[in-house]
């Protein structure tokens, strides 16, 4: 009985995830989806380097699921069929990768296993890292983390190939493993303290750190794109702008500093006086949200004054809320304190009716794709266009 559950939840879990994709985005997945860089830098350097775009660096960093993508639409269905197959490849991958979690998650209860595990598709978000190769290491974050957390503190009987694998791809797509690397030693160092890491545990680790490392050549050998930090005084400025840009959204009135304030104050109490035992996955959540949201606002600094959720930055943004949304879900579950509970269960609840009532995927021109003479041209959203030459 309990096996069949355990295969019940993340098989549901899966299509609600379909569901929820096609609730937020419909034209994308009647329609097919190309956003910006999938063509003129994925598609497009794949047809022209083959297999060694996936050691190009682009924005700093390599992308080797964005790159895998690419390569495989090239090898298999037509230029033209390119939106659909990036489409439909982003819809599978965020589905199952919401699936896994809801596995790894099953030793809370199967509504708390779904609302984690579907968390990256119910907080707000634009559509700005929805169904898009680009993004895809947004949708992927969660998943990273999840899987060093199932390794260390509740490991697997099965598949620890597979899992290695992912998470060494995950960490070689984007920064996030280099992010994640920090928190994940503080959590290895924790656990070796209390008992001793098998080989497997220990097998797994390599293939991350070996992500990591790849990825911190990446970083070391290519050009990022400039930080701005601006003049001091920093903890003012970046603490007043944090709880604007993160969390007015989500109230009815995003003006009121007081009522801004107060949902601060809430939060602060649900995850500090819960006496949960996810303090200390909140503890490890927190610093990483931090950083994400601080180097956006630190890149979108020279461009904007501030990053808002319907324009610049509002990936950055995503993946706080997003942790901020797990961790009230464990406090809910886990907390000893009636109160906590109550304003645990008060913030999943703002967070998904915001979700729900104010953020749906914006609307972007549709791609187009035309074969001339020399090959094909891709006009994709946000307006970008690149040429694609006949293959020899």
């Known amino acids: 009985m309990q096996r069949e559950k355990d295969r019940l939840v993340p098989l549901l879990v899966f299509l609600c995830a379909l569901l929820l994709m096609w609730y937020r985005a419909p034209e994308r997945i009647e329609q ?3 956003w910006a860089e999938d063509a003129t830098i994925f598609i497009a350097q794949a047809h022209e380097l083959g297999i060694r775009s996936f ?48 596995h790894a998650f099953r030793v809370f209860s199967p509504p708390i296993a779904a609302l984690l595990a579907l968390g990256p598709l119910l907080v707000p978000q634009t559509g700005e890292t929805l169904l898009n190769a680009t993004n895809i290491q947004w949708i992927l974050l969660p998943t990273l983390i999840v899987l060093l957390w199932e390794n260390l503190f509740n490991p697997p009987k099965t598949w620890y190939v597979p899992r290695a694998f992912v998470a060494a791809g995950i960490a070689l797509t984007g920064p996030f493993g280099i992010i994640t690397f920090g928190p994940a030693t503080l959590a290895c160092i924790y656990v070796w ?28 050998t290519n050009a990022s794109p400039p930080l701005d930090f601006g003049a001091p005084p920093f903890a003012w400025r970046y603490g007043t702008r944090m709880i604007r840009e993160l969390f007015c959204g989500l109230l009815p009135s995003p003006e009121s500093i007081p009522l801004v304030g107060g949902l601060i104050l809430a939060i602060v109490l649900v995850f500090v006086v819960a006496r949960s035992r996810a303090a200390l996955a909140c503890l490890l959540l927190a610093p990483m949200a931090g950083v994400i949201w601080l180097l956006g606002a630190a890149r979108s600094n020279p461009y904007s004054e501030h990053m808002m959720w319907y324009g610049f930055g509002a990936r950055y943004i995503y993946p706080a809320l997003l942790f901020s949304f797990w961790a009230a879900l464990l406090s809910f579950t886990t907390s000893t304190s009636k109160l906590s509970r109550v304003l645990a269960g008060a913030f999943v609840a703002v967070t998904l009716l915001a979700s729900a009532t104010r953020f749906l995927a914006s609307e972007w021109p549709m791609w187009s794709i035309t074969s001339n003479a020399t090959g094909h041209a891709l006009k994709v959203a946000p307006n970008w266009t690149v040429q694609i030459p006949n293959r020899p």
């Open 32 to 34: 097919g989806f190309l």
């Open 55 to 102: 050691v190009q660096g682009y924005s700093g960093y390599w992308h080797f699921v964005p790159r895998l993508v690419a390569w495989l639409q090239m090898k298999t269905t037509p230029i033209d069929n390119a939106p659909y197959f990036f489409m439909w490849a982003c819809a599978l991958i965020t589905a199952a990768s919401s699936a896994y979690m809801a």
């Open 193 to 220: 303290r209390r008992e001793t890491l098998s080989r497997r545990q220990i097998g797994f680790v390599v293939a991350y750190v070996a992500g990591v490392a790849g990825q911190v050549y990446a970083v070391a």
